[in-house]
Every structure is written in structure tokens, then in C-alpha cells.
């Protein structure tokens, strides 16, 4: 297939296309990058610098590319940032990815493969959570997601649009060759934040929150590596032949895993302490988000390779400690 991946210099988008090279498709990378690192991109892979909303340069790609899927990761992910400038996260995360697809339809492309979220549940009623709970979200970041899920069914039915959306639990990681991982800027994700604070580059890391209702009081998340994500993105290929397909899976290991276990994962991988400071709840935190994940293990045969904390953030350790500074060294 040849796939375009939108945001694919970005964390996610660079570790799905190696992820396709690897399957033996073709991607073409399409990226702003504003947020994407130049040095993401993987190097025989056709790269187009344009953002979602510009118009005539999708055309041009649409045009000059035979495109069978569009993969889309171009999107803003900070929960906290959302809370804060919510019309950022609309602008970027619903009406270009809109753009995206008006211009999809335009050129014929009928597959779509979405980057939803957890935080599309809010707080959800029964833990883990399967892909029929209520979607309630309690930030702005997750309601963009659950906008442009909506937005999907609907051109599923009316223009026999064909998607896959994932909702990822907590992506986090690094591919195993040590070559790409996670690099924000700013960085607002636990993991990189708490090896950062352990290689005493970063502050003490700064815990949001002990008075949850969790057995240790801090929250509960679903930590699931970045190519085991990627790798849910290329098996769903094979389901997206009928035209009007609508898919939803949630995309965790089904492990819940505290704040401090996630500290404790780090000091055990990195032989470091992780300093530390308690503070206040962050607005927009659902106490606990874990997956079942037996959907996608039933339909599309998938297996996260990396199972437990352990295992992924010693990927991510590998990443960090040979690039301190990311992509920039
Ligand atoms: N967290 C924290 N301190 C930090 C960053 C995150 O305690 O400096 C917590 C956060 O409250 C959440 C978990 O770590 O419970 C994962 O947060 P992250 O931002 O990595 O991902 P999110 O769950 O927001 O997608």
C-alpha cells in the first residue's frame, strides 16, 4: 500500500513509518514540521513540508502520489495545554484534519486511519475500558478526538469512507534500534520527564497528585510502546476494503500502571534515583485509564511485544541516554 502519513516526523507518525517500510509498504511523509524533527524523517521516504490546512499543497500531493490510506498523527497532544487554549486543539486537531479529509474526497482516497485517544472516555464508568463505553470527555484534547471520530461515522455513511479509529491509551517508548523516540518540546509526558529528572537534566519531576481514589493515590494509566501502536495501524489494512467501514479499537496492554510504579519502573531501568516533588492534581486528569484491549487482539491478530513498564521504558532509557538533547544532538 502506498500510505501517507501525516505527522509522520513527528513521534508516533516517524515510528509508524518504519514500522510500514518494515511491512514492505511504500509511506510518503507529509509534516509541518513545527513540532515534527527534521531528523525523524526516515531517509528514502518521499517527505512533503506543508501544514493539513494548506490546501494547494495537498492537492499537489494528492496528485503527484497515488495514495491508497492516509494515515493521520498530525495532531496536538498536551491534555493541559488543552485546558488552557482549547481553540488551538479545535483549529488543529478538528478543522484541519477536516481539511484533510475534504481534500481525501476530492482526490478519490477512500482509507483513513485516525489517532484517537482514551481521553475521548473521560472518566469512564467501568475500568478496563471496552470501545462501547460512553464517550464523555473531561478536556478539550479528548473532545477534538471524539469531534472528529463523529465526523468519520458520518462520512463513512454518506461518502463510504472506509476508517480505522485507535483510541491509544498512554504511547510511550522507543523503536529498538535506538535510532528514533519520543523528543517534545515542550515535554510534558511522564516518562521522558522522569529520565530526564533521573540523568539530572530535567528538574525533580513533579507528581500531580496523590489524593486519587487508586491503591497508591496516584493516577492510573495504560503505558503501550509506540511500535506496537504502529504495528495495530498496519494490520487494520486488510479490513478497510468495503467502502463505509467504521472501526474502533482501544489500544493498551491493560496493565494499569501508577505514577510512582512508573518512577520505580525508571529508577530500576536507569539505576538512578528519580527526584521527586508531590504536588496538586493537574486540571483535566481522570484518576485511572486502562484498556481491554480484546478487540483488537481478536480482529486483528495484535500483541503488544512490549507487555509491561519495565520493557517499555527501557526502550525509551536506550533513546534518552545516547540522545540527551533528542533530535538536536
Ligand atoms: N504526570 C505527573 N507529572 C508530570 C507529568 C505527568 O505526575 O510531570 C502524571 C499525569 O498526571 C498522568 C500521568 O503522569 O497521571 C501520565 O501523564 P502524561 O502527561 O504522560 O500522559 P496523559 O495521561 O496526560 O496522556
Not at 500500500?1 to 509522520?8: I, S
Not at 493539513?52 to 494515515?71: K, P, S, W, Y
Not at 496538586?280 to 485511572?288: I, V
Request: proline share 8%; glycine share 8%.
Amino acid at each position: 500500500m502506498k500510505v501517507l502519513v501525516a505527522g509522520g516526523a513527528g513521534y508516533i507518525g516517524s515510528h509508524c513509518v518504519r514500522q510500514l517500510l518494515a511491512a514492505g509498504h511504500q509511506p510518503v511523509v507529509l509534516d509541518d514540521l513545527v513540532y515534527g524533527h527534521p531528523a525523524a524523517l526516515a531517509p528514502t521516504v518521499p517527505f512533503y513540508q506543508a501544514s493539513l490546512g494548506d490546501r494547494a499543497a495537498l492537492d499537489r500531493l494528492f496528485a503527484a502520489e497515488r495514495i491508497d490510506i492516509v494515515m493521520h498523527f498530525a495532531a496536538f497532544c498536551y491534555v493541559g495545554e488543552s485546558v488552557k487554549v482549547p481553540m488551538k486543539y479545535y483549529l488543529n486537531n478538528v478543522v484541519a484534519t477536516l481539511q484533510l479529509l475534504d481534500a481525501m474526497q476530492h482526490h478519490g482516497v477512500r482509507k483513513f486511519v485516525f489517532s484517537s485517544t482514551c481521553a475521548t472516555f473521560g472518566v469512564p464508568d467501568r475500568l478496563p475500558i471496552t470501545e462501547d463505553l460512553p464517550q464523555a470527555p473531561i478536556n478539550p484534547y479528548g473532545q477534538t478526538k471524539l469531534d472528529v471520530e463523529n465526523a468519520l461515522k458520518a462520512l463513512a455513511r454518506a461518502q463510504g469512507l472506509s476508517f480505522a479509529a485507535f483510541r491509544y491509551f498512554n504511547a510511550a517508548g522507543a523503536s529498538e534500534d535506538g535510532t528514533i523516540g519520543e523528543d517534545h518540546d515542550p515535554e510534558t509526558h511522564l516518562i521522558p520527564l522522569a529520565i530526564g529528572a533521573a540523568q539530572g537534566r530535567r528538574p525533580p519531576l513533579q507528581v500531580f497528585g496523590t489524593d486519587y481514589p487508586t491503591p497508591d493515590g496516584t493516577c492510573l494509566r495504560d503505558y503501550v510502546h509506540v511500535d506496537d501502536l504502529s504495528r495495530a495501524h498496519i494490520a487494520v489494512f486488510d479490513r478497510l476494503a468495503a467502502p463505509g467501514t467504521a472501526l474502533f479499537y482501544n489500544l493498551g496492554t491493560g496493565n494499569p500502571t501508577s505514577v510512582l510504579e512508573v518512577i520505580r519502573a525508571v529508577e530500576k531501568v536507569t539505576g538512578r534515583k528519580v527526584p521527586v516533588t508531590y504536588g496538586p492534581r493537574r486540571a483535566g486528569d481522570p484518576p485511572a485509564l486502562y484498556a481491554d484491549s480484546a478487540k483488537a487482539r481478536r480482529e486483528l491478530g495484535w500483541t503488544p511485544k512490549f507487555p509491561d513498564i519495565e520493557s517499555i521504558v527501557a526502550t525509551a532509557w536506550q533513546w534518552h541516554s545516547k540522545h540527551p538533547r533528542g533530535f538536536d544532538q
